[in-house]
C-alpha cells in the first residue's frame, strides 16, 4: 500500500524561510521547563526581538521560541502566522511586486 506525501503548507514555508534571516540562540533547559529557561535567558542576556530561541529539553527534543515585541510565542504558531508580526515584515521579500514601466506616448 503506497503511502500518501504530507501536504505542505505554503504559508509555513514562507514564514520558516523568513525565520531564517532572525538571530537564533540555543540553550538548554536543564531542571527548569523549557520556556521558562527560554524567558530567564531572554531576561539574562538582554536579547532584543526578534529572535529565535532552540531550547534542548532532552537529547532527542528541542523546543523552538519567537521572542517579539508581543512576547514569545511557539516557533510553530510564527511560521504560520508571520504576517502577524511586524517585526518580521521588514524581512519579507516582495513577492512579484515589482513596479511596472508605463510607456507614455
Do not use: C
Amino acid at each position: 500500500m503506497a503511502r500518501r506525501r504530507k501536504r505542505k503548507s505554503r504559508r509555513r514555508q514562507e514564514g520558516r524561510r523568513i525565520l531564517e534571516h532572525v538571530p537564533q540562540y540555543s540553550i538548554e533547559s536543564g531542571e527548569e521547563k523549557p520556556v521558562t529557561a527560554a524567558r530567564k535567558f531572554i531576561q539574562a542576556e538582554g536579547i532584543l526581538p526578534p529572535a529565535l530561541l532552540l531550547v534542548k529539553r532532552n537529547e532527542h527534543t528541542t523546543d523552538r521560541y519567537f521572542w517579539a515585541e508581543k512576547g514569545l510565542f511557539g516557533a510553530q504558531y510564527v511560521e504560520e502566522n508571520h504576517f502577524l508580526f511586524p517585526s518580521l515584515r521588514i524581512l519579507e521579500s516582495p513577492t512579484g511586486q515589482e513596479p511596472v514601466a508605463v510607456a507614455s506616448r
